[in-house]
């Protein structure tokens, strides 16, 4: 007698996944804290986002009226809404407790510190940001960063080849 009625789990569960990453973030700023908040969506944009069809790697998060708002995001037009659908550029907020908003934000405006999306991802399908804190780094210390990295990368070959 087999098994009968049980389904395998399936790899990739499309209610939680990444859609996009900020990678220019890394290279660009030093982040010195993360925190994960949702984000306030209209219809047709959860529609272009599950199409992959959205760019974080411009933006950043402000505070303003006590609360925190995502600006410079592009989240293509999806050509099935037509008159319904949304402003591509326009500012969304952030859904934060009072008390992360008061840690998180306020750190970031008083000590010049930019708020900054890393990624954007689905969770049960919700769409969330993960935000980061992050100092702006110098072009020496990019520089510094790439010979690190890339030493570390040369380490890491070294080893995989002297092991093989």
Not at 36 to 47: F, H, T
Request: hydrophobic share 35%; net charge positive; aromatic share 4%.
């Amino acid at each position: 007698m087999g098994k009968k009625g049980k389904k395998k789990a399936s790899k990739e569960d499309p209610n939680s996944r990444t859609i996009c990453q900020n990678r220019k973030a890394r290279h660009n700023y030093e982040i010195l804290e993360t925190l994960d908040c949702g984000i306030v969506l209209a219809g047709s944009e959860v529609k272009s986002i599950r199409a992959n069809k959205v760019s974080i790697e411009e933006g950043f998060a402000r505070m303003q009226n006590d609360e925190v708002w995502l600006f410079n995001v592009d989240i293509a037009l999806y050509p099935q809404a037509n008159t319904m659908n949304h402003q591509t550029r326009r500012p969304r907020k952030l859904l934060m407790k009072k008390a992360e908003i008061r840690k998180f934000a306020e750190r970031s405006e008083n000590s010049s510190l930019t708020l900054v999306p890393l990624t954007m991802y689905f969770t049960r399908g919700l769409v969330k940001v993960k935000l980061g804190i992050a100092k702006g780094r110098k072009l020496h210390d990019k520089r510094e960063k790439l010979k690190k990295d890339s030493a570390r990368m040369d380490i890491q070959r070294a080893m995989r080849a002297r092991n093989n």
